[in-house]
């Protein structure tokens, strides 16, 4: 019998496959649907220090293809988020969570990591470094001097595990200078990727979505190629302590097998989540798992990153 189990740092995972921040994580509602669904794991809604709305409606919309988005951040709050976290951590010890956050300013975000390492907080931190939708901040992580500087002033103080979820890059330059970046630092992880930042979508003459006119975040079927591309790069330049989660259109099980041929040690769905919602994790799991028994794979670690080339 194959298995999904997988490991990030020291923690194990009953299953590769969990939701992408954004999607099934906004509140506790949603977060215990995840846990009682077939998912490894869950990560929160990316938390800002302060509760905040996100951007004006329509701000999703789905298409053939994926979907456009640009939420702009819409959460709870940080406490929310970490004060459910603790509480699972005392109701269900034996499972490990991640918490994303961000702050607004690199300020806040300091502010956000400071009260991480100085809470009881024992599961994994996601800093989104990523977020294309609030108006008047960029994508933090393709600007590598500022990532740089962030990344130093952090690992000063947070000695707990730390990934970073990354916008795609699309030049093989760039993964060279990015991953060179990343190799400086004991990142425990990183996830490739966030939405492909400020498309377009058009319905007749009109967008689809009324933040930034229109432009927002792409992802689902699109995206595959490029999300499977950054985990491949990433794979084959970073430290192997630096492990990567996969996102990016996984719409089946062969999605999430050639995510982790390309390296990722867990998958994580966002738009066919959104779609299908929390059952899509029992479909995926059994496809993924048809698809190791055909080829005799009994663990992940059988084919993760033997991706072949010609
Ligand atoms: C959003 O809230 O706009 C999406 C989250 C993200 O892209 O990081």
Request: with cysteine.
């Amino acid at each position: 019998m194959s298995s999904t189990k997988t490991k990030i740092g020291n923690y194990e995972f009953q299953n590769c496959l969990m939701n992408a921040a954004g999607v099934y994580c906004y509140n506790r509602e949603e977060l215990e649907k995840i846990i009682n669904s077939e998912a490894g794991s869950f990560v929160t809604k990316t938390a800002t220090l302060n509760i905040r709305e996100g951007n004006p409606s329509p701000r999703y919309y789905d298409t053939n293809l994926g979907c456009i988005n640009s939420m702009g951040l819409p959460n709870l709050g940080f406490d929310y988020y970490l004060g459910y976290l603790l509480e699972l951590q005392k109701t269900m010890p034996e499972c490990t969570f991640f918490f994303s956050l961000v702050g607004l300013s690199q300020e806040e975000t300091h502010i956000l990591l400071k009260r991480v390492q100085e809470s009881e907080f024992k599961g994994l931190t996601e800093l989104n470094l990523s977020c294309p939708n609030v108006p008047g901040k960029p994508q933090i992580a393709y600007d590598l001097e500022t990532t740089e500087k962030l990344l130093t002033e952090i690992f000063n103080y947070f000695k707990k595990p730390l990934g970073i979820k990354l916008p795609p890059y699309f030049d093989m330059v760039h993964f060279n200078q990015a991953a060179e970046v990343f190799n400086k630092f004991p990142l425990t992880f990183i996830n490739c990727v966030n939405s492909i930042g400020n498309g377009l979508v058009i319905n007749d003459e009109t967008v689809v979505i009324k933040p930034k006119n229109g432009f927002g975040g792409i992802g689902g079927e699109y995206i595959k190629p490029t999300a499977l591309a950054n985990v491949h790069a990433f794979y084959q330049r970073l430290k192997p302590s630096i492990q990567i989660i996969g996102t990016g259109g996984v719409l089946t099980g062969r999605d999430a097998f050639e995510h982790i041929l390309c390296g990722a040690s867990m998958v994580q769905i966002g738009t066919t989540l959104q779609k299908e919602g929390p059952e899509v994790f029992k479909r995926i799991t059994e496809e993924l798992k048809a698809i190791m028994e055909e080829k005799g794979y009994k663990t992940l670690e059988d084919f993760r990153g033997k991706l072949k080339y010609l």
